[in-house]
């Protein structure tokens, strides 16, 4: 069970403003693609999960993912995840071609079309995340910019064991700041 707090940042203006607070704190960044997969017939969304694979820094990396029955409640988000590496040329033949993910050699979609019986794959689309990640008082922040076909979106995530106690910390940290923000409703996917 993946659980975070994610708090929604209004605008670029007040994303700004954070990531410079941030910067002294600063990991890495990821640029990261995001692709979401469904069964033909609707056998993960029909039962909340999506399949995705996230590239990361345009292809050095690729991960496939099975997400399921999230639930956001006060900006924090509870959701299955299970995920394992996945070839990159492989990935990409993937989202070009949504049927060969059905007769991959991977153990996670195996399992996949095991479990909810699918028989073939559909793309669903997907957005584009750029990801700041930083240390901050014992947290792992990770500063979301998320474009999707419609606009861009801002977002401030934190995996923790004990989320009320990181989303506190957080919150004290940008009112003291006087950045905007509200509790996430909803995953980016939705």
């Known amino acids: 069970m993946e659980v975070e707090v994610k708090l929604r940042i209004p605008d670029a203006d007040s994303h700004q403003r954070l990531a410079s607070l941030l910067s002294p704190f600063h990991l ?17 969304s029909s039962s909340r999960s ?4 996230r590239f990361y820094n345009a292809d050095s990396r690729c991960v496939v993912s099975l997400k399921g029955k999230a639930v956001i409640v006060d900006g924090v988000s509870r959701v299955e995840e299970v995920e394992e590496d996945f070839d990159v040329s492989l990935g990409r033949a993937c989202v070009a071609e949504p049927w060969r993910l059905a007769a991959v050699d991977s153990g996670l979609v195996k399992r996949v079309v095991d479990e909810f019986r699918v028989e073939g ?18 947290l792992t922040l990770e500063l ?3 474009q999707f076909d419609f606009g861009t979106s801002y977002e401030i995530e934190c995996e923790s064991d004990d989320p009320e106690s990181a989303k506190r910390l957080l919150e004290g940290f940008l009112k003291e700041n006087r950045i905007p923000y509200s509790f996430s409703a909803v995953s980016k996917f939705a």
Do not use: I, K, P, S
């Not at 995001?34 to 993960?44: I, K, M, P, Q, S």
């Not at 794959?121 to 014992?138: D, E, I, K, P, S």
């Open 144 to 146: 979301d910019e998320t």
């Open 28 to 44: 890495q960044t990821h640029l990261q693609e995001n692709v979401f997969f469904d069964g033909a017939r609707g056998e993960l």
């Open 50 to 53: 999506v399949l995705r694979l």
């Open 121 to 138: 794959f559909v793309c669903l689309g997907g957005f584009r995340n750029v990801r700041a990640v930083h240390a901050w008082q014992g």
